[in-house]
């Protein structure tokens, strides 16, 4: 049974930081890669960023510079930093495993301008 949970969402000013983390069980973290994804209010679900099995990393254009993804394959964790943050940042983040289309339960992440 997989299970994703997520962690670290939060409420921060326009400009701060916040960082997520996302551990996974029921799976073999090491051979899949790992994702974020989020979703605004009335917006469809975005890939924010994509970490491989070989640690190549992708970024959407809106995160780029600012955000960075990450794993540690022996905490079976991926994590999201995310500085200087914006207020069009305010979303539900997902942590997901792409290869089985699978989500965890969100963690909110609000920024207020």
């Known amino acids: 049974q997989v299970q994703l949970v997520e962690s670290g969402g939060g409420l921060v000013q326009a400009g701060g930081s916040l960082s997520l983390s996302c551990t996974a069980s029921g799976i073999f973290f090491p051979g899949n890669d790992m994702a974020w994804y989020r979703q605004a209010p009335g917006k469809q679900r975005e890939l924010v960023a994509r970490?491989?099995?070989?640690?190549?990393?992708m970024y959407a254009d809106s995160v780029k510079g600012r955000f960075t993804i990450s794993r540690d394959n022996a905490k079976s964790t991926v994590y999201l930093q995310m500085n200087n943050l914006k207020p069009e940042d305010t979303a539900v983040y997902y942590c997901?495993?792409?290869?089985?289309?699978?989500w965890g339960q969100g963690t909110q992440v609000t920024v207020s301008s």
């Open positions: 970490v491989t099995t070989s640690g190549r990393t």
């Open positions: 997901s495993v792409p290869l089985i289309n699978y």
